[in-house]
C-alpha cells in the first residue's frame, strides 16, 4: 500500500518572480526552491541548521532555507543566489578567490549580502559574527574575509602590513 501525500497550492515570491507549486506540508524552502523551482543554488549540505550552504535571504536577511518549511516562505521576499546574479559580493569572491569547490560558496554569498545590507559600516567583530554561521571545509576564511572586506570597501589588516 502506497501512501499518497496530499499536496497543498503555494505561491512564492522569489527573485522578483511569482512562483506556484503544489507542495507538502513538511516540504523545506530548500526542497521547494530546487525540485519545483530548478534553483539549485542553495545546496543541501547538514540539513539541519549547520553548515549554511543552504542560505538564501528572506525579507532581506539571511536564513538556512533547510530548516525552513515552504509555506513558511509564503507571502515573503525570497532571494536566492540566483538571484543576485554580478552582484558585488559575487564579484568580490571571484577577484579574492574565495572558494575552492565552491559548494559552500552560495550560501556565504547570500550570507554576506544580508551582511552588507544590514550592516554597511560593519566592524571586524561584526563580519567576524558574520561568518560564523557559515562553514567552508576546503578553503582558509582569509579569502572570505578578504571578499567581504572588498564589498565593504574597507581594507583588510593584512593591507596594513
Same mark, same amino acid.
Given at each position: ?14 527573485? !522578483? ?16 526552491? !530546487?525540485? $519545483?523551482?530548478?534553483?539549485?543554488? @542553495? ?5 539541519? *541548521?549547520?553548515?549554511? @550552504? ?5 525579507? *532581506? ?23 543576485? !546574479?554580478? @552582484? ?7 577577484? $579574492?578567490?574565495?572558494?575552492?569547490? +565552491? &559548494? ?6 547570500? $550570507?554576506?549580502? +544580508?551582511?552588507? !545590507? ?14 560564523? @554561521? $557559515? ?5 582558509? &576564511? ?10 565593504? +570597501? ?8
Amino acid at each position: 500500500m502506497s501512501m499518497k501525500y496530499n499536496r497543498i497550492p503555494v505561491t512564492l515570491k522569489v527573485n !522578483r518572480q511569482t512562483k506556484n507549486a503544489d507542495i507538502r506540508t513538511a516540504d523545506t524552502l530548500l526542497d521547494v526552491l !530546487r525540485e $519545483n523551482f530548478g534553483l539549485t543554488g @542553495s545546496k543541501p549540505g547538514c540539513l539541519n *541548521g549547520d553548515c549554511g @550552504s543552504c542560505t538564501v535571504l528572506i525579507d *532581506g536577511c539571511p536564513m538556512k532555507s533547510c530548516i525552513m518549511l515552504g509555506l513558511e516562505a509564503a507571502g515573503r521576499e525570497i532571494v536566492t543566489v540566483e538571484g543576485l !546574479r554580478g @552582484s558585488p559580493v559575487q564579484r568580490a569572491f571571484i577577484e $579574492n578567490n574565495a572558494f575552492q569547490c +565552491g &559548494y559552500c560558496t552560495p550560501g556565504f554569498i547570500m $550570507n554576506i549580502e +544580508g551582511l552588507i !545590507r544590514k550592516h554597511p559600516d560593519a566592524d571586524d567583530a561584526v563580519i567576524e559574527e558574520w561568518l560564523q @554561521s $557559515n562553514i567552508c571545509r576546503c578553503t582558509s &576564511y582569509q579569502e572570505i574575509k578578504a571578499a567581504v572586506y572588498a564589498v565593504l +570597501g574597507k581594507e583588510t589588516r593584512e593591507d596594513h602590513k
